[in-house]
């Protein structure tokens, strides 16, 4: 199980954010649906709680897309 950590890239006790959207700030995709489910509704808002889109941007048309993939709340 260690190396299979450490071949993928990740430190022992470490959570599993998934795969990888912001390489910027290493932010993975459980991160920001859970940042989604828990109220952030906008690239904006996500990038204030976990700073992902804010630095090069190529993460952006992602992060529209997870937004995009959300059920409507009714």
Do not use: Y
């Not at 022992?12 to 859970?34: L, T």
């Amino acid at each position: 199980a260690q190396r299979r950590q450490l071949l993928a890239g990740r430190e022992a006790g470490m959570a599993d954010n998934g795969p990888v959207i912001c390489s910027c700030f290493q932010v993975g995709e459980r991160s920001i649906e859970q940042a989604l489910a828990g109220g952030c509704d906008s690239v904006a808002a996500l990038g204030e709680k976990l700073q992902c889109g804010t630095n090069c941007g190529s993460c952006i048309p992602e992060l529209k897309a997870l937004i995009m993939s959300r059920p409507v709340a009714n």
